[in-house]
């Protein structure tokens, strides 16, 4: 039971990258799954969440407008599409499944988190 994400590069401000969360020896199907990220000497936030079971999202305001989370069924994997990129973007990206009993929707709670991706790096340039 894991998450692979993958994805992440270096792009100028103003790009775009997309990161990709791929699930194995579970389905996503049912689970929300989110994004956090983690800037050097910050603590992980999480920047936006996707509920596979009625395909509700959440996103912080820091990147409302800018990011979309999207989840693929068929090939167990959820996309964070990152547009209009800033600086202040710059951090390794997590993805991360929630935890019963309530996996199906999402959490703004870290600790609701239970399986995680190994990170992928995005940074952006000025």
């Known amino acids: 039971v894991q998450l692979q994400a993958s994805g992440g590069g270096s792009v100028q401000s103003g790009g775009s990258l997309r990161v990709s969360c791929a699930a194995s020896g579970f389905t996503l199907d049912y689970h929300a799954v989110a994004w956090f990220r983690q800037a050097p000497g910050k603590e992980r936030e999480e920047v936006t969440c996707?509920?596979?079971?009625?395909?509700?999202?959440w996103y912080a305001d820091s990147v409302k407008g800018r990011f979309t989370i999207s989840g693929d069924k068929g090939k167990n994997t959820v996309y964070l599409q990152m547009n209009s990129l800033k600086p202040d973007d710059t951090a390794i990206y997590y993805c991360?499944?929630?935890?019963?009993?309530?996996?199906?929707?999402?959490?703004?709670?870290?600790?609701?988190?239970?399986?995680w991706g190994q990170g992928t790096q995005v940074t952006v340039s000025s």
């Open positions: 996707i509920s596979n079971w009625d395909g509700s999202t």
């Open positions: 991360a499944k929630r935890r019963g009993p309530d996996y199906y929707y999402c959490s703004i709670y870290i600790n609701e988190y239970d399986i």
